[in-house]
């Protein structure tokens, strides 16, 4: 099994505007909009032309604000 962690941010009517596996991209652009979420959904590349989903999509837009607060607090 080769897990792969795919990010996806919407919208406040729930359309994707981004979506990949880079960390630092959702980060960015979660941070364009005032309304956007984060989810995470985890995915089995073993077989890249029929990747299965492991673990559904997961709200983790608290968690990110959570985390660029305390970045700021810390500055």
Same mark, same amino acid.
């Given at each position: 099994?080769?897990?792969?962690?795919?990010?996806?941010?919407?919208?406040? %009517?729930?359309?994707?505007? &981004?979506?990949?596996?880079?960390?630092?991209?959702? !980060?960015? &652009?979660?941070? %364009?909009?005032?309304?956007?979420? !984060?989810? !995470?959904? !985890?995915?089995? =590349? =073993?077989?890249?032309?029929?990747?299965?989903?492991?673990?559904?999509?997961? =709200?983790?837009?608290?968690?990110?604000?959570?985390?660029?607060?305390?970045? %700021? =607090?810390?500055?």
């Amino acid at each position: 099994m080769k897990p792969m962690n795919f990010y996806e941010v919407t919208d406040h %009517r729930g359309d994707a505007v &981004w979506g990949g596996i880079s960390t630092l991209q959702a !980060v960015e &652009w979660f941070r %364009r909009g005032l309304d956007y979420k !984060v989810f !995470v959904s !985890v995915w089995d =590349e =073993e077989d890249i032309e029929e990747p299965r989903l492991i673990t559904d999509k997961i =709200e983790v837009t608290n968690l990110i604000q959570a985390t660029l607060f305390n970045e %700021r =607090e810390k500055e």
